[in-house]
């Protein structure tokens, strides 16, 4: 009879950071309509995202606890997206 094989616990880890990565495409979903941010910086915004996720979807059993981080990286460049465009770019006040 063949030894059945031990499996690590899974760890939560990366489903929080699928979870985050998710509410961070609603910001940069929203940006769209009522900011009146420029569709290039949306695209700019989209393309961040996309290799954020690929890259939290590599790393899901590589690195389980960097996946957290990744969502946090990209709310805090859309942060800085929106607030630095706002300012220097005259964007929200149109």
């Known amino acids: 009879m063949p030894t059945p094989t031990v499996r690590e616990p899974i760890s939560p880890w990366p489903v929080a950071g699928l979870v985050g990565m998710a509410c ?3 910001l940069v979903a929203v940006t769209v ?3 009146g941010v420029p569709w290039w910086a949306v695209l700019g915004l989209t393309v961040v995202w996309l290799v954020a996720l690929v890259q ?3 790393w899901f ?3 389980p606890r960097t996946v957290v981080l ?3 990286l990209v709310a805090l460049v859309w942060f800085v997206t929106i607030v630095a465009g706002s300012r220097y770019l005259d ?3 149109t």
């Open 70 to 72: 990744l969502p946090v």
């Open 56 to 58: 939290s979807l590599r």
């Open 91 to 93: 964007w929200l006040n």
């Open 61 to 63: 059993t590589r690195r």
């Open 33 to 35: 309509g009522p900011l």
């Open 24 to 26: 961070v495409a609603f």
